[in-house]
T-cell receptor
Framework: DAGITQSPRHKVTETGTPVTLRCHQTENHRYMYWYRQDPGHGLRLIHYSYGVKDTDKGEVSDGYSVSRSKTEDFLLTLESATSSQTSVYFC??????????????FGPGTRLTVL | AQRVTQPEKLLSVFKGAPVELKCNYSYSGSPELFWYVQYSRQRLQLLLRHISRESIKGFTADLNKGETSFHLKKPFAQEEDSAMYYCALLRMDSSYKLIFGSGTRLLVRP
């Protein structure tokens, strides 16, 4: 599992509340990613990070923000949760971006329900 | 535009039958393609990548640049192959982002 964990694994929250999901990795990956997984859409990139304090938007970034203050932690925040953000969220990391092995390793996922 | 298309949402086959999961891509440069698999309620894991030309769990995939395809094949399906399969294209820029297809659910019936 390349040492990637996510917390919480399940969360139910109400519309309008802020929510923060945490991704933690122990392998010193430089690049980290947040995806959401929805039926019929596959995985879509929300935000990604290419180093500490270096982040950028993905294709579905509206309503989400991220922070990376340490190499090992990448936080995803839903500023004011909406029902359309009910989804399964996956964190991923890449071991070496410039080398041959560009496999992304995934966390176990967080199932978020917004009521 | 960079895109990955998996035209089948569901593919149902009997055990022992051949399997082909289709993947087509559009990319202006030289593509690097992957197949990821997700077993029920588990995390995604890499199945194979085209640059290594390997066979994992009996699956193979050949990059066809002329047809812009990277179909996943297995000659004899097993029940344990039932899973969600995603084709993905790596953007070879500073982001190293993966572009995923919408996925195909493979169901292998006994």
């Amino acid at each position: 599992d390349a040492g990637i964990t996510q917390s919480p694994r399940h969360k139910v929250t109400e519309t309008g509340t802020p929510v923060t999901l945490r991704c933690h990795q122990t392998e010193n990956h430089r690049y980290m990613y947040w995806y959401r997984q929805d039926p019929g859409h596959g995985l879509r990139l929300i935000h990604y990070s290419y180093g500490v304090k270096d982040t950028d938007k993905g294709e579905v970034s509206d309503g989400y923000s991220v922070s990376r203050s340490k190499t090992e932690d990448f936080l995803l925040t839903l500023e004011s949760a909406t029902s359309s953000q009910t989804s399964v969220y996956f964190c991923a990391a890449t071991q070496t971006a410039g080398g041959v092995n560009r496999e992304q390793f995934f966390g176990p996922g967080t199932r978020l329900t917004v009521l | 535009a960079q895109r990955v298309t998996q035209p089948e949402k569901l593919l149902s086959v009997f055990k022992g039958a051949p399997v082909e999961l289709k993947c087509n891509y559009s990319y202006s440069g030289s593509p690097e393609l992957f197949w990821y698999v997700q077993y029920s309620r588990q995390r995604l894991q890499l199945l194979l990548r085209h640059i290594s030309r390997e066979s994992i769990k009996g699956f193979t995939a050949d990059l066809n640049k002329g047809e812009t395809s990277f179909h996943l094949k297995k000659p004899f399906a097993q029940e344990e192959d039932s899973a969600m399969y995603y084709c993905a294209l790596l953007r070879m820029d500073s982001s190293y982002k993966l572009i995923f297809g919408s996925g195909t659910r493979l169901l292998v019936r006994p």
